[in-house]
């Protein structure tokens, strides 16, 4: 009787997050700050670990780059400009 787990049979599995690598290559960006700012505007949604690594779903980048999901916009100030009155 053995211990050993069972391996996996498929070896390219693939994980639900960007790698690094994927994310450079989506955002054609080398440091993480441009990264961000490119995922934003591509209306990509993304989190910051605190070493500074992005976090990217790829279910999300599929569907909004796909135009399955509607990508979020950011939310107008509404009201009197009031910071224009003398």
Known sequence: MSTERPRP??????S???????????????????QSKILTFLG???????DGTLVVLRHHVDAVLSGQADAPRPARKTGPRLDLIY
């Open 16 to 34: 639900d997050y960007l790698a690094e690598d994927e994310i450079r290559q989506l955002t054609q960006k080398q440091r993480r700050s441009s």
């Open 44 to 50: 990509i949604e993304h989190k910051k670990r605190p």
């Open 9 to 14: 049979t498929d070896t390219t599995a693939i």
